[in-house]
């Protein structure tokens, strides 16, 4: 029974995401609706319906209100349910082609850093509003790199990205699940490198795109590096710890120029002598 119950899942998700569907198509068709006038056009019962509209509503595509003017029962005001701006970015649009056409007309006469300048306008208000919820979640802007990407990520859900933040070995990572203009930035990759130092400034620290979804990648994921560790000196060895190791002596010229800094200073038993210098 369990089993069966497993397989039907998937069918029942499916056929309350087709329902939910044509619950908003008739929302954007016909307006605002009570929950009976839903029920009666899509021949299901007012409970059915409700239970639709309840998940709508908890995703952000419905809004319910109190139709003024208007009385059911006991002189209670009927409820109306209408589409929000987020219900209604969920229908097909025509932006992404108007936006593609005047991003071409602006690389045509005058180049892709044109297309970088438009880029960066249109992100600066989303930068403002951003910077503003960082600012006053970090004490006046403190605060390290990884813990203002944890307030970034919720600013940017705001914003529609679908953001999240988490904290790795070297750093952070903060991933946009959704990016609106994915489309366009997939002919104008501009709008990637825009938004990435809008991120970096953010955050307040160089940061590396390591993903886009313009890209074809399922999510856009920037990495936040972490503080740098130091020694019990103080001292950084984040550097040091990158650099590669000493060059070895081509096979046949092992006696030639040996540097004298280049010796190990500690030997084998079978080794106890420097070679003179």
Known sequence: MESLAVHLRPSVAADDGRTRARVTALLLEHGAQTAAELATRLGVSPAAVRRHLDALVAAGRV??????????????????????????????????????????????????EAVREVAEQQLSGLEQRCSTAVERATSDGAGAPVDRAQVLAAALTAEGYAASASAISSGGQLCQHHCPVA?????????????????????????????????????????????????????DHTRTGNRSAPARPVPGEQGARTPRTAQSTSFTPTNRERTPA
């Open 63 to 112: 809004e319910e209100w109190h139709a003024p003017g208007t009385r059911r029962g006991r002189g209670r005001p009927a409820r109306l349910f209408h589409l929000t701006d987020a219900g209604r970015s969920a229908f097909p649009h025509a932006y992404d082609d108007l936006a593609l056409t005047a991003l071409r007309h602006v690389a045509a006469h005058g180049g892709p």
């Open 183 to 235: 489309h366009v930035a997939a002919e104008f990759p501009q709008l990637c490198e825009a938004e990435t130092e809008v991120i970096g400034r953010l955050v307040g620290t160089h940061v590396q795109r390591l993903a886009t979804i313009a890209h074809g990648d399922g999510v856009c994921t920037t990495h936040i590096p972490g503080p740098v560790p130091a020694d019990a000196g103080g001292r």
